[in-house]
Structure formats: structure tokens, C-alpha cells
């Protein structure tokens, strides 16, 4: 192999001397015709630009000529809003404003049903009157009615106690 006439000692002498045959054809390309498809692109280029900018002028005549819309009332109702839900625009200030009404009910007197008489008022008075009212409870005949025999019993679960039952 240290002999064989093809196999250089470095890469530089690759290069030096190039082997029999090597080298580069000077027929593979043809610059007058690259440089001819060059001026042609060219040339394409800007004919289209020049096209299109042709073109959007007379659009542009075309949509200012246009007259009235082709649908009046459609034109008049201006951009309609898609079927909902949608986004809320500012959502911190729309439950600032929820939270404001909502106190505003809880706090303040209001009609619920004027034809039956029934009225909103505050928590704060609404718990006052039931302390001064005092909430029902079982009259003193009908605790007397239950007697001993009921000790040991429990309401049942879904009576509301209105029903007793025996539970070990």
C-alpha cells in the first residue's frame, strides 16, 4: 500500500498533484443562459407587481363607484353580535358592579310580590324580629301528649319530627 501510485502521503498533496482525470468541466454550465433566465425573472417580477398594482386601482374605482348597499336595512342595523356566551369585556368591574347589586338587595328593602304582600327586608332586621318574635315550637299540650312511654325514641330521619321512632 506505501507504494500505490494513487494514495497520497498528506491531504495537501491531494490537491497538488490531482489525480489523472479529475478536475472540473468547463461545458457542465452555461452562464449567458443563467444570466438570460435572471433578467427574465426580473423582468416577471415586475410585470406582476405592476399587474397587481393595476388591478387594485381599478378595484379600488369599482368599490367607490358602488352606490348604495345591496341590503338598506341590513346596512342599517350596523355589526350584529354572535349568539352567546361571549367574553365579558372588563370582568373585574362587571363583578364589582354584580356584587354591588347583590348588596344592595341583601341590605335594602324591596317588594318580591306585591300582589301577595311579600316584602324584602335586611338580614340585620330580619334576625332582630325573629329574636323579638321567638321561632314555633311545640306547645306545652303536646309535649305533655308524648309522656314517658316516648322516652327513648327519636324522630325519624324524614319526619321532621313529626313521626318517633326506638333506636338501640
Known sequence: MANDPHMHATADDEYVNPAAGSGHE???????????????????????HVGVWFLFGVFEQKNQRAGAPEFP????????????????????NEI????????????????????????????????????????????????????????GLMPTDGSAGRVMERRR
Open 26 to 48: 468547463h461545458t457542465d454550465a452555461d452562464v449567458k443562459l443563467i444570466v438570460k433566465f435572471g433578467l427574465w425573472l426580473a423582468v416577471a417580477a415586475v410585470a406582476s
Open 73 to 92: 336595512l341590513a346596512a342599517q342595523q350596523g355589526p350584529r353580535l354572535p349568539a352567546g356566551p361571549r367574553l365579558q369585556d372588563h370582568p373585574a
Open 96 to 151: 364589582y358592579k354584580f356584587r354591588l347589586d347583590e348588596d344592595a338587595v341583601l341590605r335594602g328593602y324591596g317588594w318580591v310580590d306585591r300582589a301577595a304582600g311579600t316584602v324584602r327586608i335586611p338580614i340585620a332586621d330580619a334576625m332582630r324580629l325573629t329574636v323579638e318574635r321567638g321561632l314555633p315550637a311545640r306547645s306545652g299540650a303536646e309535649a305533655s301528649q308524648l309522656g314517658p312511654e316516648t322516652s
